[in-house]
């Protein structure tokens, strides 16, 4: 898949409870974040 850098601001606390999630499931944040991106797409019909 191809990458673009993006640059966001986020809830300090949603992404500090991220990284925790991120920490317990050995994963990467950034992967996480991309995840729930499709969830939303998903939710409005717009899922790739």
Known sequence: ????????????????????????????ANELIEESIELVLKKYGKAL
Do not use: G, P, W
């Open 1 to 28: 898949m191809k990458r673009k850098v993006v640059n966001n601001t986020l809830d300090v606390e949603l992404y500090k409870k991220i990284k925790v999630l991120a920490v317990e499931l050995d994963e990467n």
